[in-house]
């Protein structure tokens, strides 16, 4: 039997460290019993009345987007965008099909984009790579910008996504600008070499005729289901992470009491966001220091930060430069935490998480800066 790497019980003392240190500091301040209640609490009522709602919108956009898919209007889209790839992104004029794939449902859809090997062919390795952030910082655009209108706005969610655009051409430009410093020899290295390229033309292929309305009966159930997938894929970080984002943001009751109810809370992240409260409000906006929960959830799910809106807007913290701002750093963000690393030993090039996850801080950032000031530039013109 091995012995154990000193290293192993470290990082285990570590984490248990950090969770007890936690709960502690929670329990102190609400009482063991409160604070138990609370997260089950939260947990079920996010479960409820926030996962469902949002699975209700991945089904329906899931369906439509398989829909755009089966008919062309992707094909259609596609060719509208080709244009801007080169002089915005450094990418070819395939690459708009991974932005709208991504849209319409999630990053992971730019790493099945990318397994194609005639997609791979139009690309230069340095520009294959950056197609990790390229493709994240659309992920899940319809679903966030559905989800803001539903919440009663709609020039400040397209707001948004011009901040997103914005913030993907600085993170794949900076990814570009990394991975050729690294590496520059990508500059000229093809991914796909003629060879392969050779064999993919001399396979045949089979075309199977369907009715319109079979066509269209099997887009919509099929993107249904994926619709479902992800709404059962954004549960875990909607329980885990929003429920401890809104116990340290949201504080007692309005007696100032715990009870156990669901949506209190420490009030610990509003009290680090008033330590630098000018640096948010003067980057984003943000005129209340609950705001900088949104932002933090989407770095780890943007499913979960969406979550947090509903309870926004309940304590009078919404307004319509938040939704711009939440709607361009969630699109541009959208969780890329938890799938870089993923993404990019998916696409073979693992070394370079660090600098994608830098690249892609960067332009989410970028993206939320400017979708608040398009908003000061309309208030102005306006």
Known sequence: MKPKKSGTYKSAFIC???????????????????????????????????????????????????????????????????????PLFNLPGVASLGAVMTFLSDNPAIISLSKDKRFASYFKKYQFISLTNFGTAFGMGLIVIIFMISQGYFIEPLVGLFGAFVGCIATTRLMQHFVLKSYPQYRDEEVVSDEELEALDAEPEHVEEKSAFLRTLNALLDGGKNGVEVGLAIIPGVLIISTLVMVLSFGPDASGTYTGAAYQGTELLPWLANKVDWLFRWLFGFNDPHQIAFPITALGAVGAALSLVPNFAAQGWLDGNAIAVFTAIGMCWSGFLSTHTAMLDSLGYRELTGKALLSHTIGGLVAAITAHWTIMLIALII
């Open 16 to 86: 248990l460290a950090v969770v007890v240190a936690l709960f502690t500091y929670m329990g102190m301040k609400m009482g063991a019993s409160n604070m138990l209640n609370t997260i089950m609490r939260t947990a079920h009522d996010l479960l409820l009345n926030t996962v469902f709602y949002l699975m209700g919108i991945c089904v329906i956009t899931g369906a439509l987007g398989k829909l755009f898919v089966e008919f062309g209007v992707v094909d259609l889209i596609e060719k509208v965008l080709r244009p801007l790839m080169k």
